[in-house]
T-cell receptor, first 109, second 115 residues
Framework: AQRVTQPEKLLSVFKGAPVELKCNYSYSGSPELFWYVQYSRQRLQLLLRHISRESIKGFTADLNKGETSFHLKKPFAQEEDSAMYYCALKDFGNEKLTFGTGTRLTIIP | DGGITQSPKYLFRKEGQNVTLSCEQNLNHDAMYWYRQDPGQGLRLIYYSQIVNDFQKGDIAEGYSVSREKKESFPLTVTSAQKNPTAFYLC??????????????FGEGSRLTVL
């Protein structure tokens, strides 16, 4: 069975410092991985997906199949990055999306 | 205004009563989902549907039922068999295939409280 683990429930980082939100997964096939974000009083929305290999709002995430990880990184945190972040894995061949338990990121001014 | 609409936003029910949560989308998406969000447990998949007249159980389907008679609609019934129904429920939809699949569009959620 597929599983997504986000080991940190809470993470506080000073403004301007680097951010890393951890995500590990277990899956027997070739995974598709995503990061979703929920800002205060907004809907949950897609931040980025690994196949796009793009940077969104300064965030990047690299799929490491050897370590089964998909950590989300940003070199310099901004106050507007404060939000709830979820890592998610898509089942190959169908549309089932499994989410982790989420990490609440707080940027300290 | 395009998107996912969930109703009601807040719902109170007595123990033992069934309750149905509505989810409608006008994005022409094939796939629709129901998740339950509890503090510290993230989003857990209840049911999902990849196409009209078809749906699959997620990880926590016991005590819930769904139907998918129309592409636009995916109602969720929380039955009296669900042991801990008080929760925040999120509906979502997505394109079924292609590079854009996996991007879920979420509703604002429905908070169910069972008294």
């Amino acid at each position: 069975a597929q599983r997504v683990t986000q080991p940190e429930k809470l993470l506080s980082v000073f403004k301007g410092a680097p951010v890393e939100l951890k995500c590990n997964y277990s899956y027997s096939g070739s995974p598709e991985l995503f990061w979703y974000v929920q800002y205060s009083r907004q809907r949950l929305q897609l931040l980025l997906r690994h196949i796009s290999r793009e940077s969104i709002k300064g965030f990047t995430a690299d799929l490491n199949k050897g370590e089964t990880s998909f950590h989300l990184k940003k070199p310099f945190a901004q106050e507007e990055d404060s939000a709830m972040y979820y890592c998610a894995l898509k089942d190959f061949g169908n549309e089932k999306l499994t989410f982790g338990t989420g990490t609440r990121l707080t940027i300290i001014p | 205004d395009g998107g996912i609409t969930q109703s009601p936003k807040y719902l109170f029910r007595k123990e033992g009563q069934n309750v149905t949560l509505s989810c409608e989308q006008n994005l022409n998406h094939d796939a629709m989902y129901w998740y339950r969000q509890d503090p510290g447990q993230g989003l857990r998949l209840i049911y999902y549907s990849q196409i009209v007249n078809d749906f699959q159980k997620g990880d926590i389907a016991e005590g819930y039922s769904v139907s998918r008679e129309k592409k636009e609609s995916f109602p969720l019934t929380v039955t009296s068999a669900q042991k801990n129904p008080t929760a925040f429920y999120l509906c979502a939809s997505s394109i079924r295939t292609g590079v854009l699949s996996g991007e879920l569009f979420f509703g604002e959620g429905s908070r169910l409280t069972v008294l």
